[in-house]
């Protein structure tokens, strides 16, 4: 099964830095659309970055000038850098990409496991 794996979350001061990484595997053909969410508990998850085939990319306005989205296709990766963080950029951060398999159903929206950020005041 396609499977993703994300890496790269962890404490950090305000103002810091962090990379957050994800790739994928499994019956691959090609990879679309790649985007990262982010969950506080208690709160509706929120769409953070998105990146389309072409490399555009789009930002929430709570994040705009500090993160970055990014893609290597020959490697099956999307990640996100967090630059300037804010204690309210505290969440789960989850990888989602849209993925044509190999195999049935050809179209699959695969999710990440989820990876911590924290951001301390």
């Known amino acids: 099964q396609v499977q993703l794996v994300e890496s790269g979350g962890g404490l950090v001061q305000s103002g810091g830095s962090l990379r957050l990484s994800c790739i994928a595997s499994?019956?691959?053909?090609?990879?679309?659309?790649m985007r990262w969410y982010r969950q506080t508990p208690g709160k509706e998850r929120h769409l953070v970055a998105v990146i389309d085939t072409g490399g555009a990319t789009d930002y929430a306005d709570s994040v705009k000038g500090r993160f970055t989205i990014s893609r290597d296709n020959a490697k099956s990766m999307v990640f996100l850098q967090l630059n300037s963080l804010k204690p309210e950029d505290t969440a789960v951060y989850y990888c989602n990409i849209d993925i044509v398999q190999t195999i049935l159903p050809r179209s699959l929206d695969a999710w990440g496991q989820g990876t911590l950020v924290a951001v301390s005041s």
């Open positions: 499994g019956p691959i053909f090609a990879i679309n659309t």
